[in-house]
């Protein structure tokens, strides 16, 4: 008889900094991500740079990566809404993510990566933006 036995998450929550680059500039600013269970997470982030001021928050569903402790690869789903500098309309963003995510061994530090491309819809127009990426650094705490 099997019985599958419960694992918590790596760590509970973390507190760092997201950078997210490519096609449209260079987004940079505080990040937060905080697991529910040992699978599903929430991630928070505002950002500023390329005329912007970027506030962005998904759910992600996280599974360890099999021989690779620490190691987990997460796909999510969230939204974002950008303000544009000076003013202007703001902007609604669906965000999807896919990425791997690191919490390294006996040290509150976890390192992430992932491809986030955005669908920002405009006031009369819309935009596919595939050439995004997360990366960045947390402080850990819990587990």
Do not use: C
């Not at 998450?9 to 500039?25: E, F, Q, R, S």
């Not at 506030?55 to 099999?66: E, G, K, R, T």
Request: aromatic share 14%; charged share 15%; proline share 6%.
């Amino acid at each position: 008889m099997d019985f599958v036995q419960a694992q918590a998450p790596i760590y509970k929550t973390g507190v760092g900094l997201l950078i997210d680059v490519g096609d449209g500039g260079t987004l940079v600013g505080p990040h937060v991500k905080h697991f529910f269970d040992q699978n599903q997470a929430g991630e928070a982030a505002l950002q500023f740079g390329a005329g912007l001021t970027l506030l962005q928050v998904m759910y992600q569903y996280h599974q360890p990566v099999d021989g690779a402790p620490g190691l987990q690869w997460y796909i999510g789903l969230g939204g974002a809404l950008a303000f544009p500098d000076g003013g202007g309309d703001t902007s609604f963003g669906i965000v999807p993510a896919i990425g791997m995510d690191y919490k390294l061994d006996n040290i509150p530090l976890n390192l992430f990566l992932d491809w986030r491309p955005k669908f920002m819809i405009y006031d009369n127009d819309n935009e596919f933006i595939a050439a995004r990426f997360g990366l960045g650094l947390r402080f850990t705490f819990g587990n």
